[in-house]
């Protein structure tokens, strides 16, 4: 992990992609969900063919480019892990819009057939009448490139539409760069983003199924309460003296107790969820028994005798006789809780009520989905009018809210950074596409990027990068089209846009890592426009390589220039000048040509120092000990959000830092007890990380009174908290009255630490 130590050559071993096969395999046999099951059935297809192309040597895991035969631009089919299949998402079969095509046209149900038509005067008008209209949707990115190939013939850039024909054609036959057809696509500049469409939601609520529990306690409310009740009244008429069949049954009690069996045998064969009335030790079984055997003219055996009379009376010491006060508000009750809609019947009010919505794009008033059963629904359903929407199914609703991506936060449509990560690119997508001066090429632009960014990402080693929406041939061959746009205020810039989601982001979940996806939106608009400063991602300590990228080197400057002097830097015994004079002469060395562009062994060097990493035996605990020290150094991309980007939280930083110490008090409290703490301790250790990065950029005063509250905050919780976190804020209490923390990362002897996550050894806190 040092200049001189030898690292390991990576190997990938099939044992990851073989152990979720196995677990698939499981899931698809055992599981109680038939939908859960068939999913899984898919999802153990294509872990048998990664599997299949890694042993026949079809892919090359850890490349950019891993399926023989395909560029980097093409899109893999990628599974968890970053493992691809084999297989690409634009190949395959010929999909429906595109055999309809071909049809249409009159050429073979071929790619390349479709791929020529498309290039003649007809095949480039319909390109142009879907450009005009915006009726398409672009599934993949490959299927972008027509539409692109489109648009530079009629804008005249004859040249650079014959590059990109060259450079598609020899894939024609294999990839599909055809679009679909469909309703108007969103718009390039929205600012209203969605977790998931109507026609997600349809999916989620088509999935319901009706509570077998619930409707068969329905059941028993509505049908078999009711007919017990006449059965019992039935047995008390012959009752003398409290006592049932001191007499003998008249004609008329007979007749009458014939055509209540009759009715039982009818509402059997009709309600047949409920089954406690078949049991022959329940009141209800015994009243129908009782009266089946005297209706046929036996007599009751004094057994069974005593069984009649013990169900009567407890039926009516439990509830009262029937008609009395008490048992009849009983029933009142238990009728309405009985003719409440059941959550199903609900749902398929809802599927009415959402068929008439456009289906692939957001709900902008859920309020109105979400109001009560109308006069009008009851008469079509059935339903009674007011009844209201169920919690859960209002849920399933509110996930395909379209509004500000803010709003969905304050919502709590949106309640992870994970979640907000997957909603970005819908904005990112608006804000790379308004570079674009022509409407119709900025709705491909932004169609292709929100394609794009659904693109999973690959296992890559050797400091390799993932695939870039500007390396894609038709991205390229219209990138002389972007500039600024005339008119445009900096608010819809990609910096505004960057720094309205840096804040976003830093205000909801203040003691959570950026995670990746996020961090490459962020990078997508940092570059878009022209920051100067990367933001770099998290790694992965089971396939580091021993050395960073420079880009980490500049975050870690980012991070000098900001923080030298401050509580930071004293905590985690940083010498953030000399990390600024390493930036400076290495950007030196770069301009000469003296530097390597892919890594920067320098400050690899100097985080393994730092985490006391000196052994040459590789290890994922060791090199998550280094990852964890570049983060430090770095701030994972909170230095640059807050220095180069400009983002200011409305709640200010103090609060921020509160926030972030209530969730290490609560990721401590998981600790104990836990067979597995580790990933819980450095998920505490990363929020107690940003909190003392926000408590840093608070003036002296407000580190004051924040440290005074802490010992409040830590009250809250169970006593196993004060004392596993003694220890850490005893080191916080140490630096800000000018102490320092020892090599070991400890002071007076032990009893003082500094927090960080990982460890090669038993970690403290457990």
Known sequence: MNDNAEQQPLTVTTSYPESLLARAFVTALTHEDADTRQRAEVRGQRWRQVLAAMTAGRVTVGSRTPVTGFPAWVTPEVMRGGFSTGSVSAGGPLQAHEADAARSFGIPAERRALFAYCLTEPGLARLWDLLESGEYEVGVPEEAALLTVAWLVRHGESDAAVDLVAELEPFAGRLRFLPRPAGASASAAGTAVHRRTVSDTVDTLVRRRPNAAVEAQREALAVWQPFGDELLVHWLRNAGDGQVLEAAPDADWLARGQALLDRYRVLAAQHTLCTKHRKPKENLGILRAALEEVVAGRPLEARR???LRHAVRSMVGRRGL???????????GQAGQAARPSHYALAQLMLGRLAVLPQEGGITDVTALLSPVSGE??????????????????????????????????????????????LVPQLVAAATAHAYGDEALRGVMAANYRAFRKRRSLLLLDLAQQVRVEELPWVRAVSGQRSAVPGASDDEGALAVLRQLGEVAVQAFPGTLLPNPLVREFGVLGRNCDLGVPFVEELAADIFMGTFGPKYLKAARVAAELLRGTLYERYYGIDYAAIRNLAIVTAGRALTGSAGARSHPGFAALCAERGAVTSRHWSVASNGKVIEQAQILTTHNLATLVDRVGIAPRSGWADLAAHCFVTVCRLTARVHHNPRPLRTVKDAAYAWRQMMFYLSLCPPAEQRRFLAGLETEVARHPAHVATRLAPVLAGLALVAEGAAFGEDGTAEAGRARRFTGWTTERHWMW
């Open 305 to 307: 005798l005593g069984l």
């Open 322 to 332: 029937p008609g009395s006060e008490a048992h009849t508000a009983l029933r009142r």
């Open 377 to 422: 629904e009851s008469r079509d359903t059935g339903l009674p009018a007011g009844a209201v929407v169920p919690a859960r199914i209002g849920r399933a609703v509110e996930s395909a809210t379209s509004a500000p991506l803010d709003t969905l936060v304050e919502r709590g449509v949106v309640p992870s950074a994970e979640v907000m990560a997957e």
